[in-house]
């Protein structure tokens, strides 16, 4: 997924000739303030490449609204510029029918890559991971590191800070940093360079624990493995900064009531649904506190200045709640 190489003029009223090299980001964020019709045009306007990153810097609540009038083969143009994980969220918001036929006009490769992502739960590591990394068998040198890796510059992920060693049945033995190959005499072998402590997960560990061992030890990335020390793929950091973000926007929401899965775009007739049934509960404890305040209306009536204090301790103890909420 790469950076457009002309922006695309998402304002009707600015001409074309104004137009200004623009980031996704500043692309997605245009989309999002245009009326759903008018945003849904514009981003068909877009070449394939252009979608996929913009794709990735919108919300995933507001996906389906995008996807939904893009053809199959439309939408397959856009899975084969994103990256694989982000491939397998795109693909869990689309039916089951045109999923299917997503995947079925996938090339081979793709699809299988892809498939196995999609056999891991969305909330563990195999479900974050990126399956973008590279591996080195421990008997090279350094020389021939080199060199294997300069023979396939189509295969670079897009960031490198560690290459990984395993031996000849995939499994993780070692870590070696990327510079060890830039500055070590090229007659050195892999198998003395590389560190054999290496911290990982599990495939099937749960996403939230992971993206506490970043915040506690701020990892750039760790191996995801499977039972077996089979590496699979990689979680890197602004991933489980992600999860953080996603984990504490639920928490805070479940302290008031929404669904934990509620966003500013989530369409209004969703917002009600999971709405609802908290609203009525908390009608149904206001009636009962107005029925406990109706069993005193004759002190209140016969002392009137009690009255004044009902808002305020309904309003001191709501506040108070609401803080006590805060800080667990």
């Given at each position: 997924m790469g950076t457009p190489n002309e922006g695309t003029n998402l304002n009707p009223g600015q001409p074309d000739s104004e137009q200004i090299r623009s980031h996704p980001a500043d692309l997605a964020?245009?989309?999002?303030?245009?009326?759903?019709?008018?945003?849904?045009?514009?981003?068909?306007?877009?070449?394939?490449?252009?979608?996929?990153?913009?794709?990735?810097?919108?919300?995933?609540?507001?996906?389906?609204?995008?996807?939904?009038?893009?053809?199959?083969?439309?939408?397959?143009?856009?899975?084969?510029?994103?990256?694989?994980?982000?491939?397998?969220?795109?693909?869990?918001?689309?039916?089951?029918?045109?999923?299917?036929?997503?995947?079925?006009q996938i090339p081979p490769d793709e699809r299988q890559q892809i498939n196995r992502l999609l056999t891991y739960p969305p909330d563990t590591a195999g479900g974050?991971?990126?399956?973008?990394?590279?591996?080195?068998?421990?008997?090279?040198?350094?020389?021939?590191?080199?060199?294997?890796?300069r023979s396939r510059p189509e295969e670079a992920p897009r960031s490198v800070a560690y290459l990984y060693v395993v031996d000849d049945a995939s499994r993780l033995v070692g870590i070696i940093p990327i510079h060890d190959l830039v500055f070590r005499a090229p007659h050195r072998k892999i198998s003395d360079l590389m560190s054999r402590e290496v911290k990982h997960v599990w495939v099937d560990d749960d996403q939230e624990q992971i993206a506490r061992l970043f915040e506690h030890y701020h990892y750039m990335a760790?191996?995801?493995?499977?039972r077996d020390r089979k590496l699979v793929g990689l979680v890197l950091?602004?991933?489980?900064?992600?999860?953080?973000?996603?984990?504490?926007?639920?928490?805070?929401?479940?302290?008031?009531?929404?669904?934990?899965?509620?966003?500013?775009?989530?369409?209004?007739?969703?917002?009600?649904?999971?709405?609802?049934p908290w609203l009525c509960i908390n009608l149904g404890t206001a009636f009962l506190a107005a029925a406990v305040v109706g069993a005193?209306?004759?002190?209140?009536?016969?002392?009137?200045?009690?009255?004044?204090?009902?808002?305020?301790?309904?309003?001191?103890?709501?506040?108070?709640?609401?803080?006590?909420?805060?800080?667990?």
């Open positions: 964020d245009a989309l999002e303030r245009l009326a759903p019709e008018e945003a849904d045009q514009s981003f068909r306007k877009l070449p394939a490449d252009e979608r996929a990153a913009v794709l990735a810097e919108l919300d995933r609540e507001t996906w389906p609204a995008f996807l939904e009038h893009q053809s199959v083969p439309e939408i397959v143009s856009v899975v084969s510029e994103l990256p694989h994980e982000d491939a397998v969220d795109l693909l869990g918001v689309l039916p089951t029918e045109k999923r299917t036929q997503v995947l079925s974050i991971m990126t399956d973008e990394y590279i591996c080195l068998r421990q008997d090279l040198t350094v020389e021939q590191a080199q060199a294997l890796l760790l191996p995801v493995l499977e950091a602004h991933q489980a900064m992600n999860v953080l973000q996603s984990e504490a926007t639920e928490d805070m929401q479940l302290m008031v009531g929404l669904s934990g899965e509620e966003r500013v775009l989530t369409p209004w007739h969703q917002s009600i649904r999971r709405r609802l005193f209306e004759e002190t209140i009536a016969a002392w009137t200045a009690l009255a004044i204090f009902l808002p305020i301790v309904a309003g001191q103890g709501g506040n108070a709640g609401m803080q006590t909420l805060t800080v667990i």
